[in-house]
């Protein structure tokens, strides 16, 4: 009598690939949370090496950010170049900065800022971490009895809650500016015109929001990079795996939290 | 100060790796584990320092270990004095134990015993593989550890750096009279530096005895590993 059996066929594989795939993301959100939990300890606690925050701070604020500039101002520029004419035709040549600067404050600036960081850094945490792994560096840590969460993740995580926001600040600056130039030099619009209009758009619970937001994604790109680097596998292959999920976890990991964000603060 | 193992049992998967082993190391002695590749080597030295966990069986040992890796693992970012310092710089115990000028003669001594004065400031790029090596002693033993363990420490190198880091272990059997083990299959390192010697096989222990037992080949096992021979009872893993 013929048995059916679904090993080897098609259908099998899939489920398999797919099985594989939500075991790894299953772990890797677990390791995440667990990480994440020891690393709000360890800051807690305190007693962490200035030498080495210091460092990673400016890894991550002042390398990343020619980089981040660049994108947040050149978005504003684009921006405002598309609305500036239309809403000086129709009228509303008032409230071109107020837009630019509501976006910029609530969504482009930190979203731009994000990505760049995760480009920048997200991307070279993760492959510094990772081929500590696959070199034995981290088991060599582990073997002369350092906490590698501690030595590791405290300070990198820690240098992107604390300089998020100030990359953000500056970024928000860069691009409201550069929108207004684009403003003036597309519509004729006054500076004085933009810049009444962006002080009309600014409220403190966006700015307040904003800065939240900044530390959120700070800690959340640092940390789904350290983790997606500490659960490299393998040689080169695996580093270069390690890199990708690491861009692609935080991708998804800051557009999750934005929606949360604009449900929570917004809705 | 010793390194005690019973009934040690580890799987990954449905692969037994180590099969119900057992031995035994006094201190000021060096235990050889032999044995093809793929044998479990490797895996007994993760067991005995926590990096992996034992599915079943004893450990008992006693006082810090230290670990000299295959491949050095040297933090590359970190310079030859802050990685011998390492421990002493991040440990909560250690920090609090010992001055900078203290940590920076003590750096100083291990360098000096391990004949690499004057390298301090160099990153570990800048070192050939046998002073890469020479250093993560120096940081093994900085934190006086009564149990060593070497993995393939003499792995990748020429005869003469090997014979050089044979001195080493030999050398720090006396000076630090840790009980060391040396994961090996390289005769000169198991003829210059080990007491004793132990065969793994399939993850089980195939022959205990001196390096001279081993030498004079008198079982199967023996005779297959040091004549480096295709045939015998030991099967090579295919790739």
Known sequence: ?267 | MSIEVKNLIKSFGKHTVIDDVSFKVNNGEILAIVGFSGSGKSTVLKLISGLIQKDSGEIITTGDIAMVFQYSALIDSLDVYENISFALHERKDLRRKYSESEIKKIVKEKLALVGLSGVEGKFPSELSGGMQKRVSFARAIVTEPEIILYDEPTAGLDPMSSTLIEDYIVRLKQETNAASIVVTHQMSTITRTADKVLMLYGGKIVFFGTPEELCRQETPYTKQFVSASLEGPMKMLKG
């Open chain 1, 1 to 267: 009598m013929n048995t059916f059996t679904l090993k080897g066929t098609v259908t099998y594989a899939v489920f398999r690939v797919l099985y594989g795939h939500f075991v790894s993301l299953a772990t890797t959100i677990g390791d995440i949370v667990r990480f994440g939990t020891q690393v709000i300890k360890h800051i807690i606690k305190g007693g962490i090496d200035k030498k080495v925050l210091i460092e990673q701070c400016s890894r991550f604020g002042v390398s990343s950010l020619p980089i981040t500039l660049s994108i947040v101002g050149m978005s504003s520029i684009i921006v405002s170049m598309q609305v500036a004419g239309e809403m000086v035709k129709q009228g509303a040549g008032n409230f071109v900065g107020l837009l630019v600067a509501m976006l910029i404050i609530r969504e482009d600036g930190i979203i731009m800022s994000g990505f760049a960081i995760i480009s920048m850094i997200g991307s070279s945490l993760a492959s510094e971490i990772a081929t500590m792994r696959v070199t034995e560096q981290i088991d060599a840590i582990k073997v002369l009895k350092v906490d590698p969460i501690k030595y590791l993740f405290v300070p990198r995580v820690l240098s992107g809650v604390l300089m998020m926001p100030l990359i953000l600040v500056v970024a928000s600056v860069v691009g409201i500016i550069g929108g207004g130039i684009a403003a003036h030099l597309a519509s004729g619009l006054s500076y004085k015109a933009y810049f009444d209009s962006v002080y009309r758009g600014l409220y403190l619970k966006d700015m307040n929001v904003a800065i939240l937001k900044a530390i959120t994604f700070g800690f959340t790109i640092a940390l789904i990079s350290c983790t997606c680097g500490y659960r490299a596998t393998g040689g080169a292959k695996g580093v270069g795996e390690a890199t990708t999920k690491a861009v692609v976890w935080s991708f998804v990991g800051i557009v999750i939290l934005d929606l949360i964000f604009s449900i929570v603060f917004f809705f």
